[in-house]
């Protein structure tokens, strides 16, 4: 995928915020990313858009509270979603996510499928599983992410490909393995995303 542009459009907490034809003008195909905090979402956003800092990246897990879209090229759009679990941030605004998350991705009609990020040092709880019989309940496609692997030994990468592929009772060729320092697995996420929207 060639990136001629990638801009940051608005934040939302509602439907009324997300973006349309009437605001800000822009009602395009959508591919939300969603995975727990720090799992590296930001920093794959920006690695595939090969932007450093359009979207803000933390080392303080759950600073990003909003839905935050982002157009590329002008021709569809990245949707940064909060992160959830272990964030430090008080219950009341964790309770808020939910709903709000929830929210759009069951009524967002424009939304083409949901990246799902995962590091791959964890191995997914019942969050995960929660989270992938869901977009499987609302025919909403996904694809699975294992971020990070520059963190681990190409043994211990292949460990963990398989224990976390069997926590998710998903085929290991189902996950993309990706490091956004080295740039493994860019391409295969780009090949993904293309297919979700039918480029």
Excluded: C
């Amino acid at each position: 995928m060639l990136i001629k542009s990638a801009e940051f459009i608005t934040s939302a907490v509602k439907p009324s915020q997300y973006p349309s034809v009437d605001f800000p003008a822009v009602d395009l195909p959508e591919i939300a990313f969603a995975g727990r905090s720090n799992v590296g979402k930001s920093s794959l956003v920006n690695t595939l858009v090969n932007r450093k800092r359009l979207v803000k990246t933390s080392s303080t897990p759950g600073r990003t509270r909003l839905i935050n879209f982002f157009s590329i090229n002008k021709t569809f759009s990245f949707v940064d979603l909060p992160g959830y679990g272990y964030a430090n941030v008080p219950a009341f605004v964790q309770k808020s996510w939910g709903p709000m998350i929830e929210t759009y991705l069951s009524t967002r009609d424009t939304l083409k499928g949901v990246v799902l990020i995962m590091d791959i040092r964890r191995i997914p709880g019942q969050k995960e599983l929660d989270l992938i019989d869901w977009f499987k309940h609302f025919n909403i496609p996904e694809v699975l992410i294992l971020t990070k692997t520059d963190k681990l030994s190409k043994t211990k990468q292949i460990k963990q490909h398989i224990l976390i592929a069997k926590a998710l009772f998903v085929d290991k060729n189902d996950l993309i393995l990706f490091s956004s320092k080295t740039r493994q697995g860019k391409e295969e996420v780009w090949n993904a995303v293309e297919r979700l929207m039918g480029i």
